[in-house]
């Protein structure tokens, strides 16, 4: 393949878990090439090749990690299309907006830019937010319902772990107007420990995790999937003990007049051409096991009586994360949107 065919790609963050990922994908991507991968000015991990913290990237992407000052350089950057920021809301809050000053295409993956808000980044974040231009402008990547905007924003939001398996089982709902007025869908989801990044964490350390909640009625996450769903929800996180992977369950109420036939249809309607949500047959619920290293998010429902059950499983690091910030960039670039994602699941 000709080089000019290629889009000149960098990921900063590249030593964590998702940019770990994201350099393995853009790695096999066809039509992007890996031209850096960057941490903290100052990182323990400066100069180690990645394969040195990863050893499945071993001979496969061997780059090394490469310290990234606060404030950039543009000249560094004058040939780079496209950037990912797997990097905290904070870091990625500062750092955004100067690699689009420099023209580059931004995906960030973390929550610095998912909601257009006054008081949310103080509140949830705990920083003001300086960016309002690029609030306004930048699009929430959540795949499946806003390839419009996808394809036409310079900087693309990605959701996070716990909104992208919520909202890909609700949307549908909300969309088809099933749900009853004074519906609060509760959202009970629980995600493996690489929810929480690679840094050590007493609440993380191996001894430590069990399964049981966090966050009650204060995680940031409950604003931001009403933020995109348009109605309140309930969301309580949980910490599981396995590493990778998210299982939500979700109860709505439903109007009276609608039927299983009507929920069947709505999700058909939905992602009948969506090759990343898989909808699973009647009996068959998603499972973490199911969707851990793969892109996919599995949804099943049940219905008891106008009472509605939506099971929602996907990769938290994966279509969580990285899988579905390179389904944005296959999007924005035009390229089939799984490419690069599918056809290496392993089981
Ligand atoms: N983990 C998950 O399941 C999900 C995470 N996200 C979001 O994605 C982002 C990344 O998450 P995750 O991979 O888990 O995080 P990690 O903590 O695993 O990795 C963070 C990375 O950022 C680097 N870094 C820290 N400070 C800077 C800086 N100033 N400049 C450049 N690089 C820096 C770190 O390296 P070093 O400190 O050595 O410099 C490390 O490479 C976060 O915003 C997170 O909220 C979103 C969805 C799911
Ligand atoms: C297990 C665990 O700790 N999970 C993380 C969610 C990570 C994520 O998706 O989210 P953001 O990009 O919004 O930070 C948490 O609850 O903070």
New binding site residues.
Partial sequence: MNEKDQLNVII????????AELAAQVERHPYAKLCGL????N???AHKPISQLYGQLRGVVDLPLTP?A?TIDPQTFADIDAVFL????S??HD?APQFLACGCQVFD???AFRVNQADFYPKFYGFEHHHADWLDKAVYGLAEWQAEGVRDAQLIA?P??YPTASLSALKPLQHAGLLTDNCTPVIDATSGV??????ASLTSNFCEVSLNPYGVGVHRHQPEISYHLGREVIFTPHLGSFPRGILATIHVDLKTDVTLADVNQAYQSAYADKPLVRLLEPGIWPAIKAVANTPFVDLNWSLQGHHLIIFSAED??LK??SAQAIQCFNIHYGYPSTLALTGDVAC
């Fill in positions: 900063v963050g590249a030593s964590g878990y998702t940019g960057y941490v903290s000015e990182s323990q991990d990234l606060a797997a990097t905290a809301h870091v990625s750092l993956l973390s929550g990605l996070g772990c690489s929810g929480a990044g690679r840094k938290n690091l969580g994360a």
